[in-house]
Protein backbone atom coordinates (compact mmCIF):
# COMPACT_ATOMS: atom_id res chain seq x y z
CA UNK A 1 0.00 0.00 0.00
CA UNK A 2 1.10 3.33 -0.98
CA UNK A 3 0.58 5.20 2.87
CA UNK A 4 2.69 2.27 4.56
CA UNK A 5 5.51 2.18 2.09
CA UNK A 6 5.78 6.17 2.10
CA UNK A 7 6.94 6.20 5.77
CA UNK A 8 10.47 5.02 3.96
CA UNK A 9 10.00 6.36 0.91
CA UNK A 10 9.62 3.17 -0.81
CA UNK A 11 12.68 1.47 1.21
CA UNK A 12 14.94 4.50 1.05
CA UNK A 13 15.12 4.68 4.39
CA UNK A 14 16.09 1.00 4.95
CA UNK A 15 18.84 0.93 2.46
CA UNK A 16 20.46 4.11 2.83
CA UNK A 17 23.82 3.36 3.75
CA UNK A 18 24.16 6.11 7.01
CA UNK A 19 22.08 9.11 7.85
CA UNK A 20 18.41 8.02 6.57
CA UNK A 21 17.40 11.36 7.41
CA UNK A 22 19.80 12.88 5.00
CA UNK A 23 18.88 10.85 2.13
CA UNK A 24 15.11 11.75 3.08
CA UNK A 25 16.34 15.15 2.73
CA UNK A 26 18.00 14.73 -0.82
CA UNK A 27 14.99 12.92 -1.99
CA UNK A 28 13.13 16.29 -2.04
CA UNK A 29 15.30 18.44 -3.55
CA UNK A 30 14.64 16.73 -7.25
CA UNK A 31 11.19 15.95 -6.26
CA UNK A 32 10.48 19.43 -5.36
CA UNK A 33 12.27 21.10 -8.66
CA UNK A 34 10.30 18.87 -10.20
CA UNK A 35 7.46 19.54 -8.93
CA UNK A 36 8.19 23.97 -9.17
CA UNK A 37 8.92 22.65 -13.08
CA UNK A 38 5.85 20.89 -14.02
CA UNK A 39 3.67 23.45 -12.72
CA UNK A 40 5.31 26.29 -10.73
CA UNK A 41 3.94 27.05 -6.83
CA UNK A 42 0.69 25.58 -6.78
CA UNK A 43 2.03 22.38 -7.67
CA UNK A 44 4.87 22.68 -5.58
CA UNK A 45 1.90 23.55 -2.20
CA UNK A 46 0.27 20.79 -3.38
CA UNK A 47 2.87 18.24 -3.51
CA UNK A 48 3.81 19.56 0.31
CA UNK A 49 0.41 19.15 1.65
CA UNK A 50 0.55 15.79 -0.30
CA UNK A 51 3.83 14.83 1.44
CA UNK A 52 2.79 16.02 4.49
CA UNK A 53 -0.78 14.04 4.86
CA UNK A 54 0.70 10.72 3.15
CA UNK A 55 3.94 11.10 6.06
CA UNK A 56 1.46 11.86 8.86
CA UNK A 57 -0.58 8.48 7.48
CA UNK A 58 2.06 6.17 6.75
CA UNK A 59 4.38 7.07 9.71
CA UNK A 60 1.13 6.47 12.01
CA UNK A 61 0.67 3.04 10.41
CA UNK A 62 4.26 2.21 10.56
CA UNK A 63 4.76 3.27 14.22
CA UNK A 64 1.62 0.91 14.86
CA UNK A 65 2.61 -1.88 13.30
CA UNK A 66 6.60 -1.94 14.88
CA UNK A 67 5.86 -0.49 17.90
CA UNK A 68 9.10 1.90 18.19
CA UNK A 69 8.45 5.92 18.84
CA UNK A 70 10.97 7.04 15.93
CA UNK A 71 12.85 4.90 13.84
CA UNK A 72 15.33 5.95 11.99
CA UNK A 73 14.12 4.22 8.31
CA UNK A 74 11.06 6.36 8.88
CA UNK A 75 12.00 9.14 6.48
CA UNK A 76 8.84 10.67 5.47
CA UNK A 77 9.02 13.24 7.91
CA UNK A 78 11.97 14.95 6.62
CA UNK A 79 11.44 14.55 3.18
CA UNK A 80 7.79 16.82 4.26
CA UNK A 81 10.23 19.36 6.46
CA UNK A 82 12.65 19.96 3.35
CA UNK A 83 9.94 20.70 1.15
CA UNK A 84 8.57 23.24 3.45
CA UNK A 85 12.24 24.43 3.72
CA UNK A 86 12.56 24.92 0.23
CA UNK A 87 8.40 26.57 -0.48
CA UNK A 88 9.74 30.02 -0.52
CA UNK A 89 11.99 29.52 -3.24
CA UNK A 90 9.24 28.09 -5.39
CA UNK A 91 6.70 30.05 -4.14
CA UNK A 92 9.61 33.58 -5.07
CA UNK A 93 10.29 32.10 -8.56
CA UNK A 94 6.39 31.80 -9.12
CA UNK A 95 5.79 34.85 -8.51
CA UNK A 96 8.29 36.43 -9.99
CA UNK A 97 7.40 34.31 -13.57
CA UNK A 98 10.90 33.10 -13.46
CA UNK A 99 11.58 30.00 -15.99
CA UNK A 100 9.93 26.73 -14.26
CA UNK A 101 13.54 25.03 -15.05
CA UNK A 102 15.60 27.83 -13.39
CA UNK A 103 17.11 26.09 -10.77
CA UNK A 104 18.17 28.98 -7.73
CA UNK A 105 20.88 26.26 -6.22
CA UNK A 106 22.37 28.74 -3.91
CA UNK A 107 18.93 28.89 -2.23
CA UNK A 108 18.26 25.08 -2.65
CA UNK A 109 21.94 24.56 -0.86
CA UNK A 110 21.05 26.84 2.35
CA UNK A 111 17.19 25.20 2.33
CA UNK A 112 19.07 21.84 2.60
CA UNK A 113 21.80 23.05 5.20
CA UNK A 114 19.63 24.90 7.70
CA UNK A 115 16.93 21.83 7.18
CA UNK A 116 19.39 19.36 8.14
CA UNK A 117 21.17 21.80 11.03
CA UNK A 118 17.36 22.28 12.76
CA UNK A 119 16.77 18.74 12.37
CA UNK A 120 19.88 17.44 13.66
CA UNK A 121 20.57 19.98 16.21
CA UNK A 122 17.24 20.48 17.59
CA UNK A 123 17.09 23.67 19.31
CA UNK A 124 14.07 24.66 20.55
CA UNK A 125 11.00 24.78 18.95
CA UNK A 126 12.02 21.64 16.99
CA UNK A 127 12.91 19.75 20.43
CA UNK A 128 9.65 20.88 21.52
CA UNK A 129 7.75 18.99 18.51
CA UNK A 130 9.36 16.31 19.11
CA UNK A 131 7.93 15.12 22.51
CA UNK A 132 4.46 15.29 20.88
CA UNK A 133 3.07 11.63 20.66
CA UNK A 134 3.36 8.89 18.08
CA UNK A 135 3.31 9.89 14.40
CA UNK A 136 2.44 14.12 15.27
CA UNK A 137 6.10 14.50 17.00
CA UNK A 138 7.75 12.59 14.65
CA UNK A 139 6.41 14.59 11.59
CA UNK A 140 6.05 18.10 13.60
CA UNK A 141 9.86 18.56 14.61
CA UNK A 142 10.74 18.32 11.23
CA UNK A 143 7.77 20.52 9.67
CA UNK A 144 9.22 22.97 12.73
CA UNK A 145 12.80 22.53 11.33
CA UNK A 146 11.10 23.36 8.03
CA UNK A 147 9.70 25.96 8.99
CA UNK A 148 12.47 27.37 10.57
CA UNK A 149 14.28 27.08 7.43
CA UNK A 150 11.80 28.31 5.21
CA UNK A 151 12.13 31.76 7.00
CA UNK A 152 15.79 31.73 7.48
CA UNK A 153 15.87 31.55 3.31
CA UNK A 154 13.75 34.03 2.88
CA UNK A 155 15.25 36.44 4.52
CA UNK A 156 18.71 35.21 3.60
CA UNK A 157 17.08 35.72 0.08
CA UNK A 158 15.68 39.40 1.08
CA UNK A 159 18.99 40.30 1.93
CA UNK A 160 20.83 38.86 -1.35
CA UNK A 161 18.22 40.42 -3.50
CA UNK A 162 18.57 43.94 -1.79
CA UNK A 163 14.44 43.52 -0.67
CA UNK A 164 15.52 44.58 2.95
Known amino acids: MITSGF ?3 FGLGVRAPFAPGTF ?13 WAGGFPLFAFGLIVATVLGYTSTDRYLAAHGEK ?8 EFAGQ ?13 ANAAPH ?9 AFLLF ?15 RLPGALGVMADDLVAG ?17 L
Open 83 to 95: LLAMAPLSLGLWL
Open 7 to 9: ATL
Open 116 to 130: RAFDILKPPPVSTAE
Open 147 to 163: LISAILVTAAAAIAHGW
Open 70 to 77: DPGEVIAD
Open 102 to 110: VFPWPGWVA
Open 24 to 36: GSLAALPAGWLLH
